[in-house]
Nanobody, 124 residues
Framework: QVQLVESGGGLVQAGDSLRLSCAAS????????MGWFRQAPGKEREFVAS????????YYTDSVKGRFTISRDNAKNTVYLQMNSLKPEDTAVYYC?????????????????WGQGTQVTVSS
């Protein structure tokens, strides 16, 4: 049973930084592609960033390009999302997700495993 556990969320001010972590267990993490998604109140869950199994293929949604960085440490079974220059519109619950097929993808339907989410709140 694959488990994904996010951490690192919190309440920050606009312009601050946060680093989210997602620890995986119960499966061959090194073979999975990983993604970060977010869901704001009253909105659908949306893609934020993804990384393939070896880190060679990375995608970002346009609104976070240049501010967020996704990375992974396969030795620690962990994927990270470094978020800089945070804006109030980044406020959401952030979820990490795993794709067994290993390719980096923006499509929510291609992810097989999901964490429980971590709240990020950015005040103006």
């Amino acid at each position: 049973q694959v488990q994904l556990v996010e951490s690192g969320g919190g309440l920050v001010q606009a312009g601050d930084s946060l680093r989210l972590s997602c620890a995986a267990s119960g499966g061959p993490f090194v073979t999975y592609a990983m993604g970060w998604f977010r869901q704001a109140p009253g909105k659908e869950r949306e893609f934020v960033a993804s990384i393939n199994r070896n880190g060679g293929s990375i995608y970002y949604t346009d609104s976070v390009k240049g501010r967020f960085t996704i990375s992974r440490d396969n030795a620690k079974n962990t994927v990270y999302l470094q978020m800089n220059s945070l804006k109030p519109e980044d406020t959401a619950v952030y979820y990490c997700a795993g794709n067994r097929r290993g390719w980096s993808t923006t499509s929510i339907s291609e992810y097989d495993y999901w964490g429980q989410g971590t709240q990020v709140t950015v005040s103006s």
